[in-house]
């Protein structure tokens, strides 16, 4: 039997109404929305990004428009994203394009291949490629100054 894992988060009478590609769709927004709840859980903060608060208290403060968790730090009064510091920080795509774009990246494809792939404007996918390169600039020197 083929394995139909598009439809995993949907009931039968949902699934059978909709194409392969809206249920693709959906269950990429629904497995976006499962990656963020659990990032948020596990989510762990060594120093306040605002105020550099060591192990500082956190509270949840509230979604960012794109459902991003917001934490407010008990310490400063500021609030900030989960994802402060990751790849996703201060962008409107979500995990799952940043994946592709990496995937698309590493196997030297073009800009214009990537767009088309993830399905943003060429300048988009431009500078998520550009973003890529510096976080991976910037794990490099983190691993250089720490070993
Ligand atoms: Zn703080």
Partial sequence: MLMNTSSDFLVPSIDEKLCAYQKNRISQMIRDYLEINQQMDHFHFEYCPKCGQHHPVLVKAGKTKAGKQMLKCN???KRFVCDHGQLTYYSHQPQSKWNDLIIE???GNSLLHTAAKID?????AFRMRHKYL????DMECLICTTS
């Fill in 75 to 77: 310490s400063c009064k």
């Fill in 105 to 107: 990246t590493q196997n």
């Fill in 120 to 124: 943003v404007h060429e300048s988009t």
């Fill in 134 to 137: 510096h976080f991976i600039e």
